[in-house]
């Protein structure tokens, strides 16, 4: 079920580039919609295809049934967003994206989006 679409969390993350709130999915879903986006973009149809199926191979070994609870921790070193919208002083906000965010370039982060109840943004 966790690699489900519609397993997911409303995630605000900071980091370096400003503030990312988006649903946070499994690698393996967000794979699909990077395999996706790819296939929705202009441009001719046999390249899209064969950079669409590295992102579904990806997808398709990315199960985590056998591993340790230790082992699956151990793994985890992304949070992956989809439907993401960036916030930044910089730039105007992205809205609609994905992102994959190492956890090392968290700086905080909190349940929710802004404006949710209890969300401090």
């Known amino acids: 079920m966790h690699q489900s ?4 969390v409303v995630l605000t993350v900071a980091i370096p580039a400003g503030v990312l709130h988006g649903h946070a999915v499994h ?3 967000w ?12 441009g001719p149809e046999e390249g899209k295809e064969n950079i669409a199926r590295i992102f579904d191979a990806h997808a398709e070994r990315r199960d985590d049934q056998g591993l340790t609870q230790n082992a699956l921790m ?8 989809v439907d993401a919208t960036l916030t930044s002083s910089a730039v105007p906000p992205a809205q609609g994206t994905l992102w994959q965010v190492a956890l090392g370039d968290i700086s ?3 349940i929710g989006g802004p404006g949710s109840p209890g969300s401090p943004l």
């Open 27 to 29: 690698p393996a879903v």
């Open 31 to 42: 794979l699909r919609r990077m395999a996706a986006a790819v296939r929705s973009r202009p």
């Open 108 to 110: 905080a982060w909190t």
């Open 5 to 8: 679409e519609a397993a997911s």
């Open 74 to 81: 151990a793994s985890i070193n992304h949070v992956y967003l």
